[in-house]
């Protein structure tokens, strides 16, 4: 016996009882050995799995099982926002340690519940087990028009590089967070927009959709671990580089003063901070004005070019007189600073 105040049972209904979303194509959700649907033929599926383990992707002392629920989903829905899909369906897999109460695993369950519900996804299973630390493992399950998704492949010189909101934010919410002697409590530290962006991140499915569907975005992909890491990323995998304009990089209002606060450098945070899940993707050459035109037609988005795709390799920053090297220099959750 353990002093545990949950059951594997208790936690498979503590999620089984939510009502799910619609979906006529899903015909077993929770409760078989598997979920079973048919996907639809003019639609091609996409699938991610994202893993958040305790220490190293969040810190159970200060995230709010709410916001650490939604946030389990977020990231996995922004990996299909930024192939400019929608989410169908998700499934939930849990290690958990004795000190998770089932208060604490009510409320986790409440956020993924909330942000499910939000971007009409269903949970459709999951694993549960007892383990030494808390261990979240998500796969999502989204759909797009046949071939619309966004590759990271298609960049090419002479395109436009853009992203879809301000950056830096969430690594200084996250900063604010572990100086909670200077920023003050959790409690008032919550609704700070910075804090916000690290604690519950929104993915930017609707955003990821009008720009798949524009047909001038030419490659994509979410902004995890910092745009000097994701933009490296897809010029990798493009086969070119960027160079990026410092004084272009949107920010929250207060990020500087926020900054010096922290005794950091807002250019710094900005290339380097991960976590901020907004898109950063390619227009292609010479369509910056139709592409303007297309998305004020169809959206609100306020989006921001911050530089352009070039042939030779790299990505660089040019910052007044400045122009250097930022390929790879942004955030890592397994120590090193360029990936193998
Ligand atoms: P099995 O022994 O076949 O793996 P389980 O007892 O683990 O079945 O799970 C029973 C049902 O509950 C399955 O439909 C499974 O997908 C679902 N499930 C288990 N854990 C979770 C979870 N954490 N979230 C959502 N569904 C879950
Ligand atoms: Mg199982």
């Known amino acids: 016996m353990t002093d545990r105040s949950w059951t594997e049972l208790d936690v498979i209904q503590l999620f089984r009882a939510y009502r799910q979303p619609e979906n006529r194509s899903l015909a077993a959700g929770i409760g078989d050995d598997c979920a079973v649907f048919t996907p639809s033929e003019k639609r091609e599926y996409l699938v991610t799995a994202d893993m958040l383990v305790e220490q190293v992707h969040f810190d159970f002392s200060f995230h709010p099982p709410y916001f650490l629920g939604r946030k389990s989903m977020a990231v996995n829905l922004s990996d299909i926002a930024a192939m400019g899909g929608k989410p169908e369906f998700a499934l939930l897999s849990l290690a958990i340690p004795d000190k998770v109460d089932h208060l604490w695993l009510k409320e986790f369950a409440?956020?993924?519940h909330s942000i499910l519900q939000e971007f009409h996804c269903g949970l459709i299973g999951g694993d549960t087990v007892g383990a030494d630390s808390l261990t979240i493992g998500v796969t999502v399950i989204g759909s797009a028009p046949r071939n619309?998704?966004?590759?990271?492949?298609?960049?090419?010189?002479?395109?436009?590089?853009?992203?879809?909101?301000?950056?830096g934010s969430a690594a200084v919410g996250l900063a604010m967070c572990q100086?909670?002697?200077?920023?003050?409590?959790?409690?008032?530290?919550?609704?700070?927009?910075?804090?916000?962006?690290?604690l519950n991140p929104s993915p930017e499915i609707s955003c990821g959709r009008i720009l798949a569907a524009s047909g001038m975005v030419t490659s994509m992909?979410?902004?995890?671990?910092?745009?000097?890491?994701?933009?490296?990323?897809?010029?990798?995998?493009?086969?070119?580089?960027?160079?990026?304009?410092?004084?272009?990089?949107?920010?929250?209002?207060?990020l500087d003063s926020a900054c010096r606060q922290l005794n950091a450098s807002v250019e710094e945070l900005q290339v380097s901070g991960g976590e901020d899940y907004r898109l950063v993707f390619t227009v292609a050459k010479g369509q910056d004005n139709?592409?303007?035109?297309?998305?004020?037609?169809?959206?609100?988005?306020?989006?921001y070019r911050i530089g352009s795709i070039v042939k030779s390799p790299g990505v660089f920053l040019v910052s007044g007189e400045t122009k250097r090297d930022i390929s790879f220099q942004g955030y890592t959750h397994s120590g090193e600073r360029s990936p193998s």
């Open 290 to 303: 139709g592409f303007a035109d297309y998305v004020s037609q169809n959206s609100s988005l306020e989006l």
């Open 179 to 198: 100086n909670q002697e200077q920023f003050g409590p959790m409690e008032r530290l919550v609704d700070n927009p910075f804090v916000q962006q690290h």
């Open 110 to 112: 409440e956020g993924v």
């Open 221 to 254: 992909q979410d902004l995890s671990d910092g745009l000097a890491t994701d933009l490296a990323h897809i010029c990798r995998a493009s086969n070119v580089g960027a160079i990026v304009q410092a004084d272009l990089l949107p920010g929250l209002p207060g």
């Open 148 to 167: 619309e998704a966004v590759m990271r492949t298609g960049a090419r010189p002479g395109d436009s590089v853009y992203v879809s909101g301000p950056v």
